[in-house]
């Protein structure tokens, strides 16, 4: 798995470059506004159940169905991307996805908030594969790490300002003014990031949409053995990651915890280690390997989950801070070794490896309540410790797989 790049023949945006920054920033926000729209019911689901009386796992179903549609308009997406441009095609996605927030809140009834959560992940879709195409594409091969980083950091802050700020004001105001505000600032950043990104140099627009072309460049790229073990970790660690989210918000309500909304939020800001680590991903791939990062994270992941079976508040959150950390040491390698490893139809292979990212999280975020309704927190504890040894065997086989084709 490890990619050879002639740097130096390479044209792309450098680290140190005024561009570097604004595109930098503007990725960061770019990630900001689309994560928070998709995760900021994650902390409202116990007030779902109580405000329309439907189950924990039917509950589930509104960040559920937003990642699934999600998934699918990713890989249209992509391909969309091709003929409409880059940018464009990520501010039309952003923008009436903030729209759609806002509606949303003000949806009458459960199977209407569930409706235009559905069609908010399908419209969110043209930004995650486009702006990791967008890096790959015009971002210089030796700093696209870094840059990965960036916008995975982008990610993780609108993850984790979406989760406390909606679950803080859901308590203090409700639900809807929550998911109406955070739309408001989805649109703000909208304008920040139509400004400060800069316009691609390397991206070659096609006439119309060819779709055999299509076709061909995402079997090519289900086809490649190193890919599929990529997207096959994409699979893994999000189902992993969601699922646990998703079911710790009924787990710190019920005894013996019984805390607020306000305090779950709040430990949602453990996900500032999700942007520190996202951040640094790159620099520690460089001094100790991409292989030997992805096991530190799955390891930080087990570890963490474990904590968790600990009946004291300050371990499982110390435990939470872990498995966010590993988990984005996961995320923000794959992510950048999909663009590596791409040496044609970027843009095709991140969706390709975003559509498997999404439907894990659809699938096992949905499959939790079940466990979760079966036996309680236990159950969801066993079924990511599963998923994650799954991880850890996909990641030691692209690694044999490696050290085959590059002796």
């Known amino acids: 798995m490890i990619a050879h790049n002639d740097a130096d023949d390479v044209v792309g945006i450098r680290f140190g470059e005024s561009a570097f ?69 990520m501010l039309c996605s952003m923008g009436c996805a903030a729209v759609l927030n806002l509606v949303c809140a003000w949806s009458p009834s459960w199977h209407a908030l569930v409706l235009m959560r559905a069609i908010e992940g399908f419209v969110l879709g043209g930004v995650p594969a486009v702006a990791m195409a967008w890096i790959a594409e015009e971002i210089h091969p ?163 989950i474990l904590m968790t079976l600990i009946h004291q508040l300050w371990c499982i959150i110390i435990g939470i801070g872990l498995f966010t950390t590993g988990f984005f040491f996961v995320h923000a390698m794959a992510s950048s070794q999909v663009g590596l490893l791409a040496k044609h139809y970027k843009g095709h292979a991140t969706s390709i490896y975003l559509l498997f990212y999404y439907v894990g999280s659809s699938i096992v975020g949905t499959v939790g309540g079940w466990f979760w309704q079966a036996q309680g927190w236990t159950s969801i504890v066993w079924l990511t410790l599963s998923l994650c040894l799954c991880a850890v065997l996909v990641v030691f086989a692209a690694q044999k797989l490696s050290m085959k084709t590059y002796p």
């Open 21 to 89: 920054y604004r595109a930098g920033i503007a990725l960061f926000l770019l990630g900001f506004a689309s994560f928070s729209l998709i995760y900021c019911v994650q902390p409202l689901l116990p007030i779902f159940v109580e405000s329309f009386q439907i189950s924990p796992a039917s509950s589930a179903l509104s960040l559920s169905i937003t990642t699934f549609f999600l998934a699918f308009s990713i890989v249209l997406s992509s391909a969309f991307s091709q003929s409409l441009g880059r940018k464009g095609l």
């Open 142 to 304: 030796g700093h696209l790490a870094k840059t990965m980083g960036l916008y995975i950091a982008g990610t993780a802050f609108g993850g984790m300002m979406g989760r406390v700020s909606v679950g803080i004001m859901a308590e203090y105001f409700s639900w809807r003014y929550a998911l109406s505000i955070l739309a408001i600032m989805s649109l703000l950043c909208c304008i920040g990031f139509y400004y400060l990104l800069p316009a691609s140099k390397n991206f070659v627009a096609q006439k119309g949409i060819n779709l055999q072309l299509h076709l061909h460049a995402w079997w090519t790229h289900l086809c490649n053995k190193r890919m599929l073990l990529i997207y096959s970790l994409g699979f893994l660690s999000t189902s992993v990651f969601v699922c646990l989210f998703n079911y710790l918000t009924f787990y710190l309500g019920e005894a013996p915890f019984s805390l607020s909304y306000t305090q779950i939020s709040l430990i949602f800001l453990v996900y500032s280690f999700g942007i520190l680590s996202s951040s640094m991903s790159g620099y520690m791939a460089d001094r100790l390997g991409r292989f030997q990062v992805l096991y530190l994270g799955l390891g930080l992941i087990i570890l963490g």
